[in-house]
Protein backbone atom coordinates (compact mmCIF):
# COMPACT_ATOMS: atom_id res chain seq x y z
CA UNK A 1 0.00 0.00 0.00
CA UNK A 2 1.33 3.18 -0.68
CA UNK A 3 2.17 5.67 1.99
CA UNK A 4 2.91 9.41 2.25
CA UNK A 5 3.62 10.54 5.45
CA UNK A 6 4.44 14.60 6.04
CA UNK A 7 5.51 16.25 9.19
CA UNK A 8 7.47 19.22 10.23
CA UNK A 9 4.40 21.45 10.42
CA UNK A 10 4.16 24.21 13.34
CA UNK A 11 3.28 27.95 14.65
CA UNK A 12 6.02 30.16 12.52
CA UNK A 13 6.38 34.08 12.97
CA UNK A 14 6.29 36.15 10.01
CA UNK A 15 9.42 35.73 8.38
CA UNK A 16 10.36 32.64 9.89
CA UNK A 17 11.57 29.28 8.02
CA UNK A 18 10.34 25.58 8.00
CA UNK A 19 11.15 22.76 6.57
CA UNK A 20 8.57 19.83 5.85
CA UNK A 21 9.33 16.39 5.79
CA UNK A 22 7.27 13.70 3.91
CA UNK A 23 8.39 10.19 4.08
CA UNK A 24 7.15 7.86 1.53
CA UNK A 25 6.71 4.13 1.51
CA UNK A 26 5.13 0.98 -0.42
CA UNK A 27 6.29 1.84 -4.06
CA UNK A 28 9.52 2.91 -5.59
CA UNK A 29 10.05 6.14 -4.76
CA UNK A 30 13.41 6.98 -6.51
CA UNK A 31 11.55 6.90 -10.13
CA UNK A 32 8.29 9.24 -9.17
CA UNK A 33 7.88 12.72 -9.63
CA UNK A 34 6.40 14.08 -6.39
CA UNK A 35 4.56 17.52 -5.37
CA UNK A 36 3.96 19.63 -2.80
CA UNK A 37 0.03 20.92 -2.61
CA UNK A 38 -1.57 23.38 -0.40
CA UNK A 39 -4.99 24.50 1.20
CA UNK A 40 -5.20 27.27 3.01
CA UNK A 41 -8.07 27.10 5.68
CA UNK A 42 -11.37 26.61 4.50
CA UNK A 43 -10.18 27.34 0.77
CA UNK A 44 -9.46 25.48 -2.26
CA UNK A 45 -6.01 23.36 -3.54
CA UNK A 46 -2.92 25.41 -4.60
CA UNK A 47 0.00 23.35 -6.35
CA UNK A 48 3.13 24.50 -4.93
CA UNK A 49 5.68 22.60 -6.69
CA UNK A 50 7.10 19.62 -8.28
CA UNK A 51 10.47 18.24 -8.07
CA UNK A 52 11.25 14.98 -10.76
CA UNK A 53 12.68 11.38 -9.62
CA UNK A 54 15.74 12.44 -10.29
CA UNK A 55 15.47 16.20 -8.75
CA UNK A 56 16.85 17.34 -12.52
CA UNK A 57 13.27 19.08 -12.93
CA UNK A 58 11.98 21.36 -11.05
CA UNK A 59 8.85 23.86 -10.81
CA UNK A 60 7.44 26.09 -8.21
CA UNK A 61 4.06 28.18 -8.31
CA UNK A 62 4.86 31.80 -8.54
CA UNK A 63 3.74 32.38 -5.37
CA UNK A 64 6.10 30.97 -3.41
CA UNK A 65 9.23 31.04 -6.03
CA UNK A 66 12.57 32.30 -4.44
CA UNK A 67 10.86 31.38 -1.02
CA UNK A 68 10.65 27.82 -0.95
CA UNK A 69 12.70 25.34 -1.92
CA UNK A 70 11.45 21.62 -2.71
CA UNK A 71 14.31 18.51 -2.64
CA UNK A 72 14.39 14.92 -2.27
CA UNK A 73 16.44 11.60 -0.32
CA UNK A 74 16.17 9.15 -2.90
CA UNK A 75 18.06 6.58 -0.51
CA UNK A 76 15.96 7.65 2.12
CA UNK A 77 12.48 7.54 0.58
CA UNK A 78 12.29 11.52 1.95
CA UNK A 79 10.61 14.79 0.15
CA UNK A 80 11.05 18.09 1.66
CA UNK A 81 9.82 21.73 1.33
CA UNK A 82 11.98 24.27 2.99
CA UNK A 83 9.79 27.12 3.25
CA UNK A 84 11.51 30.40 4.29
CA UNK A 85 10.57 34.12 4.43
CA UNK A 86 7.42 32.65 5.79
CA UNK A 87 3.50 34.84 5.15
CA UNK A 88 0.50 35.03 6.60
CA UNK A 89 -0.43 34.12 3.33
CA UNK A 90 1.19 30.48 3.60
CA UNK A 91 -0.80 29.13 6.54
CA UNK A 92 -1.97 26.14 5.08
CA UNK A 93 -2.38 22.28 4.72
CA UNK A 94 0.48 20.91 2.75
CA UNK A 95 0.18 17.48 1.20
CA UNK A 96 2.51 15.42 -0.42
CA UNK A 97 1.37 13.56 -3.19
CA UNK A 98 3.23 11.43 -6.22
CA UNK A 99 3.08 12.65 -9.55
CA UNK A 100 3.91 10.72 -12.10
CA UNK A 101 7.19 8.85 -13.19
CA UNK A 102 8.03 11.62 -16.41
CA UNK A 103 6.95 15.07 -15.90
CA UNK A 104 4.75 16.37 -18.63
CA UNK A 105 2.08 18.76 -18.56
CA UNK A 106 -0.62 16.23 -18.27
CA UNK A 107 0.64 14.83 -14.73
CA UNK A 108 -2.06 14.15 -12.64
CA UNK A 109 -1.27 13.61 -8.91
CA UNK A 110 -2.27 10.72 -6.70
CA UNK A 111 -2.09 9.94 -3.94
CA UNK A 112 -1.65 11.98 -1.04
CA UNK A 113 -0.74 12.21 2.33
CA UNK A 114 -3.00 13.18 5.37
CA UNK A 115 -1.36 16.77 5.21
CA UNK A 116 0.55 18.61 7.73
CA UNK A 117 -0.36 22.50 8.95
CA UNK A 118 1.68 25.31 8.67
CA UNK A 119 0.52 28.41 10.67
CA UNK A 120 2.16 31.79 10.11
CA UNK A 121 1.32 34.16 12.77
CA UNK A 122 3.08 36.37 15.64
CA UNK B 1 -8.97 33.91 -8.04
CA UNK B 2 -8.20 30.36 -9.42
CA UNK B 3 -7.23 29.51 -13.33
CA UNK B 4 -10.04 27.33 -13.84
CA UNK B 5 -13.62 28.39 -12.97
CA UNK B 6 -15.81 26.19 -10.95
CA UNK B 7 -19.48 26.93 -9.58
CA UNK B 8 -18.92 26.56 -6.14
CA UNK B 9 -21.82 24.98 -4.94
CA UNK B 10 -24.31 22.51 -6.94
CA UNK B 11 -26.91 20.00 -5.15
CA UNK B 12 -29.45 17.22 -6.17
CA UNK B 13 -31.23 14.86 -4.90
CA UNK B 14 -30.27 10.97 -4.14
CA UNK B 15 -30.67 9.00 -7.43
CA UNK B 16 -30.48 12.33 -9.40
CA UNK B 17 -27.14 13.07 -11.84
CA UNK B 18 -25.47 16.47 -11.44
CA UNK B 19 -22.74 17.80 -13.38
CA UNK B 20 -19.72 20.13 -12.07
CA UNK B 21 -18.05 22.19 -15.01
CA UNK B 22 -15.02 23.56 -15.05
CA UNK B 23 -13.89 26.72 -17.15
CA UNK B 24 -10.24 27.35 -18.46
CA UNK B 25 -8.94 29.30 -21.36
CA UNK B 26 -6.76 28.76 -24.14
CA UNK B 27 -3.38 28.75 -21.74
CA UNK B 28 -4.67 25.58 -20.05
CA UNK B 29 -7.58 23.51 -20.96
CA UNK B 30 -7.98 24.76 -24.97
CA UNK B 31 -4.15 24.66 -25.46
CA UNK B 32 -4.85 20.94 -25.09
CA UNK B 33 -3.82 19.86 -21.68
CA UNK B 34 -5.83 16.98 -20.06
CA UNK B 35 -8.17 17.77 -16.43
CA UNK B 36 -8.33 15.86 -13.94
CA UNK B 37 -11.02 15.98 -10.92
CA UNK B 38 -10.28 14.58 -7.37
CA UNK B 39 -12.92 14.42 -4.85
CA UNK B 40 -12.13 15.68 -1.16
CA UNK B 41 -14.16 14.18 1.36
CA UNK B 42 -15.13 16.62 4.52
CA UNK B 43 -11.82 16.13 6.70
CA UNK B 44 -9.70 13.90 4.36
CA UNK B 45 -7.48 14.50 2.25
CA UNK B 46 -7.93 14.80 -1.88
CA UNK B 47 -8.67 11.46 -3.66
CA UNK B 48 -7.79 11.30 -7.89
CA UNK B 49 -11.57 10.59 -9.02
CA UNK B 50 -10.89 11.50 -12.74
CA UNK B 51 -7.38 11.11 -14.69
CA UNK B 52 -6.89 12.11 -18.34
CA UNK B 53 -9.95 13.61 -19.11
CA UNK B 54 -12.71 11.03 -18.89
CA UNK B 55 -10.52 7.73 -17.33
CA UNK B 56 -11.73 6.64 -13.52
CA UNK B 57 -8.76 4.61 -11.61
CA UNK B 58 -9.51 1.45 -10.01
CA UNK B 59 -12.46 1.56 -7.58
CA UNK B 60 -13.99 4.67 -8.59
CA UNK B 61 -17.59 3.58 -9.19
CA UNK B 62 -18.65 4.14 -13.10
CA UNK B 63 -21.43 6.20 -11.85
CA UNK B 64 -18.40 9.49 -12.26
CA UNK B 65 -17.76 10.34 -15.43
CA UNK B 66 -15.65 13.19 -17.15
CA UNK B 67 -15.56 14.68 -20.52
CA UNK B 68 -13.90 17.83 -22.07
CA UNK B 69 -14.51 20.08 -24.96
CA UNK B 70 -12.72 23.06 -25.98
CA UNK B 71 -11.41 25.37 -23.24
CA UNK B 72 -13.81 23.14 -20.85
CA UNK B 73 -14.41 20.41 -18.74
CA UNK B 74 -17.31 18.40 -16.61
CA UNK B 75 -17.93 16.03 -14.26
CA UNK B 76 -20.84 13.99 -14.19
CA UNK B 77 -21.95 12.31 -11.28
CA UNK B 78 -25.40 9.96 -11.66
CA UNK B 79 -27.68 7.72 -8.96
CA UNK B 80 -26.39 10.54 -6.71
CA UNK B 81 -25.78 9.21 -3.51
CA UNK B 82 -25.04 10.45 0.24
CA UNK B 83 -22.16 9.90 0.40
CA UNK B 84 -20.56 11.92 -2.58
CA UNK B 85 -21.38 14.92 -0.03
CA UNK B 86 -17.76 16.09 -0.61
CA UNK B 87 -15.75 19.21 -2.57
CA UNK B 88 -14.92 18.60 -6.03
CA UNK B 89 -11.75 20.06 -8.09
CA UNK B 90 -10.26 20.20 -11.30
CA UNK B 91 -6.46 20.41 -12.56
CA UNK B 92 -4.85 21.25 -15.58
CA UNK B 93 -1.76 22.80 -16.64
CA UNK B 94 -1.23 26.60 -17.64
CA UNK B 95 1.35 27.44 -20.18
CA UNK B 96 1.43 30.99 -19.53
CA UNK B 97 2.26 30.22 -15.38
CA UNK B 98 4.28 26.96 -16.32
CA UNK B 99 2.66 25.31 -13.67
CA UNK B 100 -0.30 22.42 -12.73
CA UNK B 101 -3.22 24.93 -11.80
CA UNK B 102 -6.59 23.61 -9.96
CA UNK B 103 -10.45 25.09 -10.10
CA UNK B 104 -11.61 26.66 -6.93
CA UNK B 105 -13.72 23.77 -5.78
CA UNK B 106 -17.38 22.35 -5.88
CA UNK B 107 -19.44 21.89 -3.09
CA UNK B 108 -22.01 18.71 -3.82
CA UNK B 109 -24.67 18.75 -1.44
CA UNK B 110 -26.93 15.67 -1.49
CA UNK B 111 -30.38 16.64 -0.49
Same mark, same amino acid.
Given at each position: &????? &???????????????????????????????????????????????????????????????????????????????????????????????????P????????????????? | QSVLTQ??????????????SCTGSSSDIGAGYDVH????????????????N??????????????KSGTSAS???????????????CQSYDTSL??WVFGG???????
Open positions: &EVQLV &ESGGGLVKPGGSLRLSCAASGFTFSIYGMNWVRQAPGKGLEWVSLISSSSSQIYYADSVRGRFTIFRDNAKNALFLQMNSLRAEDTAVYYCARGARSITHNWIDPWGQGTLVTVSS | PPSVSGAPGQRVTIWYQQLPGTAPKLLIYGNNRPSGVPDRFSGSLAITGLQAEDEANYYTGGTKLTVL
